[in-house]
């Protein structure tokens, strides 16, 4: 989610390019709501077969440049025998230096700025050098809302805010833990919010023995929705809470309300990973510091939440 601004912005400097996104994929649902992205490419067709039909694969496209935004070393062996002319990487892998002919040099670790921002850098080599604001990468992302099928459509309740609580983060973030996210149900008022818990089949697993899925106002979808579905249903809620994820990145592209839970120590603080989008609301406990991430994260009141999702 916060590599699709870059190919805004590409398109931004470069009206007529056509972008391949390579990816898993997994990815692919989230590559085709992104408008900027023309075709997609997955790692699983690289890896059918042989080094050299990767390499056949890669040369077919025609293409005039890779950037390496997340560095894999086979896959930056096979542009350079794909022959494509422009190879960008950061001079900071050294496989990059046998396989890269644009080298760009800068630290994610010690950088205070975003991600998104980071990512932008890479683009040098074209000529854009200026930063743009989070505000403006936000703009750049180009993400389309997926229309709700029947299961998607049948989920939602039109007379409650439907807020979609994520618990669980496969281990990317630092997470709220269930006993916050039970308290949060049951501040919320069933009379006018509806409570949509999402997942896989196995954080379900693990979730339902913690979360009170049986209350009227709550609705458990974990391991029931594909990604397209997901998407759909994210795009029709009135707000998302979680931690650190790629749902939270997907409410705020959409432009529902997103409430991130954040811890303040690097690099997962949300100056580096809080989402793009214009509702977007990243709650963190300054007086925490010295605890573990994820004690920071559980310090974050249920109160502190209520009152950013019941605000207009």
């Known amino acids: 989610m916060l590599t699709l601004p870059l190919a805004g912005l590409l398109k931004q400097w470069f009206p007529n390019i056509h972008i391949t996104f390579l990816g898993r994929s997994y990815t692919a649902p989230i590559l085709r709501c992104c408008e900027h992205v023309d075709s997609?490419?997955?790692?699983?067709?690289?890896?059918?077969?042989?080094?050299?039909?990767?390499?056949?694969?890669?040369?077919?496209?025609?293409?005039?440049?890779?950037?390496?935004?997340?560095?894999?070393?086979?896959?930056?062996?096979?542009?350079?025998?794909?022959?494509?002319?422009i190879r960008i990487g950061t001079s900071h892998r050294w496989w990059h230096w046998f396989t890269a002919n644009e080298r760009v040099s800068f630290s994610r670790k010690n950088s205070d700025l975003h991600e998104a921002q980071l990512n932008v850098k890479l683009l040098a080599p074209f000529g854009i050098t200026d930063q743009p604001s989070i505000s403006e990468l936000a703009a750049l992302t180009g993400f389309r809302r997926i229309a709700p099928d029947r299961t998607v459509s049948d989920l939602v309740r039109s007379d409650r805010k439907c807020v979609i609580?994520?618990?669980?983060?496969?281990?990317?973030?630092?997470?709220?833990?269930?006993?916050?996210?039970?308290?949060?149900?049951?501040?919320?008022?069933?009379?006018?919010?509806?409570?949509?818990?999402?997942?896989?089949?196995?954080?379900?697993?693990?979730?339902?023995?913690?979360l009170p899925v049986h209350l009227p106002h709550v609705t458990d979808t974990g391991g029931k929705l594909n990604l397209d579905q997901l998407i759909a249903l994210i795009g029709?809620?009135?707000?998302?809470?979680?931690?650190?994820?790629?749902?939270?990145?997907?409410?705020?592209?959409?432009?529902?309300k997103?409430?991130?839970?954040?811890?303040?120590?690097?690099?997962?603080?949300?100056?580096?990973?809080?989402p793009l989008g214009k509702d977007v609301h990243v709650l963190v406990n300054e007086t925490a510091k010295e605890l573990d991430v994820n004690k920071q994260v559980h310090a974050i009141l249920p109160s502190e939440v209520l009152k950013v999702l019941s605000a207009n």
């Not at 281990?171 to 919010?193: H, K, N, Q």
């Not at 809620?237 to 529902?256: E, F, K, M, N, R």
């Not at 997103?258 to 809080?274: D, E, F, K």
Request: with cysteine; charged share 20%; glycine share 6%.
């Open 165 to 210: 609580l994520h618990p669980r983060s496969k281990g990317s973030a630092a997470e709220w833990g269930l006993d916050r996210f039970t308290e949060l149900i049951e501040l919320l008022d069933p009379e006018v919010y509806q409570v949509i818990i999402t997942g896989t089949a196995s954080e379900a697993s693990e979730y339902r023995y913690g």
């Open 258 to 274: 997103a409430i991130g839970l954040y811890p303040t120590q690097r690099p997962m603080h949300p100056g580096r990973w809080s």
């Open 40 to 85: 997609i490419l997955t790692m699983e067709e690289l890896e059918a077969n042989n080094t050299a039909d990767a390499v056949a694969k890669l040369r077919d496209l025609h293409a005039d440049a890779i950037v390496h935004v997340f560095p894999e070393q086979r896959v930056a062996q096979w542009a350079k025998k794909a022959a494509i002319p």
């Open 236 to 256: 029709a809620s009135d707000a998302l809470i979680a931690a650190s994820t790629g749902p939270l990145h997907i409410a705020a592209a959409c432009g529902v």
